[in-house]
Nanobody, 126 residues
Framework: QVQLVESGGGSVQTGGSLRLSCVASGDTSSSAYIGWFRQAPGKEREGVAALYPQLHRKYYVDSVKGRFTLSEDNTKTAVYLQLDSLKPEDTAMYYC???????????????????WGRGTQVTVSS
């Protein structure tokens, strides 16, 4: 089993920044993806960023490219998502998630994410 805990959400104005953290524990695997997803009220959940730690590969959905940045700590126990230049449309509950061991692919958001955190709220006002 893998446990994921997010933190770092909050309320900011347009153009502000936040840094989200996802701390992983349990039977984790480096041959897996760690993904960030978000869901706003009345909207479908969407993938925003994903990391393949084994190869340090990073992926971003088009709407956040250039504004959101993935990173990980040196011990590989935490993944971070830096949110810059935030817009009201970024307002959502943000979740981190993890797959089981998989090979790297071009579209990591198509994968089955087995493990999920409980989310952290990001609110951006205009």
């Amino acid at each position: 089993q893998v446990q994921l805990v997010e933190s770092g959400g909050g309320s900011v104005q347009t153009g502000g920044s936040l840094r989200l953290s996802c701390v992983a524990s349990g039977d984790t695997s480096s041959s897996a993806y760690i993904g960030w997803f978000r869901q706003a009220p009345g909207k479908e959940r969407e993938g925003v960023a994903a990391l393949y730690p084994q190869l340090h590969r990073k992926y971003y959905v088009d709407s956040v490219k250039g504004r959101f940045t993935l990173s990980e700590d040196n011990t590989k126990t935490a993944v971070y998502l830096q949110l810059d230049s935030l817009k009201p449309e970024d307002t959502a509950m943000y979740y981190c998630a993890a797959t089981a061991s998989v090979l790297p692919i071009n579209n990591p958001f198509s994968l089955d994410y087995k493990y999920w955190g409980r989310g952290t709220q990001v609110t951006v006002s205009s």
